[in-house]
T-cell receptor, first 114, second 114 residues
Framework: EPEVTQTPSHQVTQMGQEVILRCVPI?????FYWYRQILGQKVEFLVS????????KSEIFDDQFSVERPDGSNFTLKIRSTKLEDSAMYFC????????????FGDGTRLSIL | DAKTTQPPSMDCAEGRAANLPCNHS???????VYWYRQIHSQGPQYIIH???NNETNEMASLIITEDRKSSTLILPHATLRDTAVYYC???????????????FGKGTKLSVKP
């Protein structure tokens, strides 16, 4: 069964450094998402992306964050200058053409900021 | 905030049916009910979704009341591997610019015991 894959599984970065989290969505999906989950807390929406542009973003997704689909298969989340509070699990998700179709999630990248 | 209410935790004996309730009394006519689960710190896993009719797939059954104000997820023969946090989410299939992000609550922590 096709799945969303995320790399790396764990990323350790010094505060203030830039980090790029990578995702390969399911191949025929057109809608892409990033969510995050701080340890012990709820899963929170960050951003959705369709047709090469952001379609929705939350208050968390400030100017430090950006997303890109650099080619036909990858979807990336960049954090420009990481803060301690960015430490979390980051989940990528994708969904098919119709918006009522469910989102399918990857297993996440654990980001640890030192 | 999540538009659903779920019990924080439930226990179920292995091999028995697990019935997980969800209250969504303010659901709108075009909103679907989605169920996801999260095992340990893995990514949320899609289980099933429905609008008003009962649904069944290889993982579970979804029973939605006639007034659509509540639903029950049924795992017919729970196994130890079904121990997870189960999330009930209502979401509209948005048209136009918004992609309809998922809003996760705290879910129900299901513990399947031998």
């Amino acid at each position: 069964e096709p799945e969303v894959t995320q790399t790396p599984s764990h990323q350790v970065t010094q505060m203030g450094q830039e980090v790029i989290l990578r995702c390969v969505p399911i191949s025929n999906h057109l809608y892409f998402y990033w969510y995050r989950q701080i340890l012990g807390q709820k899963v929170e929406f960050l951003v959705s992306f369709y047709n090469n542009e952001i379609s929705e973003k939350s208050e968390i997704f400030d100017d430090q964050f950006s997303v890109e689909r650099p080619d036909g298969s990858n979807f990336t989340l960049k954090i420009r200058s990481t803060k301690l509070e960015d430490s979390a699990m980051y989940f990528c998700a994708s969904s098919w053409r119709e918006r009522r179709e469910p989102q399918h999630f990857g297993d996440g990248t654990r980001l640890s900021i030192l | 905030d999540a538009k659903t209410t779920q019990p924080p935790s439930m226990d179920c004996a292995e091999g028995r049916a697990a019935n997980l309730p969800c209250n969504h009394s303010t659901i709108s006519g075009n909103e679907y009910v989605y169920w996801y689960r999260q095992i340990h710190s893995q990514g949320p896993q899609y289980i099933i979704h429905g609008l008003k009719n009962n649904e069944t797939n290889e993982m579970a059954s979804l029973i939605i009341t006639e007034d659509r104000k509540s639903s029950t997820l049924i795992l017919p023969h729970a196994t130890l591997r079904d121990t997870a946090v189960y999330y009930c989410i209502v979401r509209a299939p948005d048209y136009g610019g918004s992609q309809g992000n998922l809003i996760f609550g705290k879910g129900t922590k299901l513990s399947v015991k031998p």
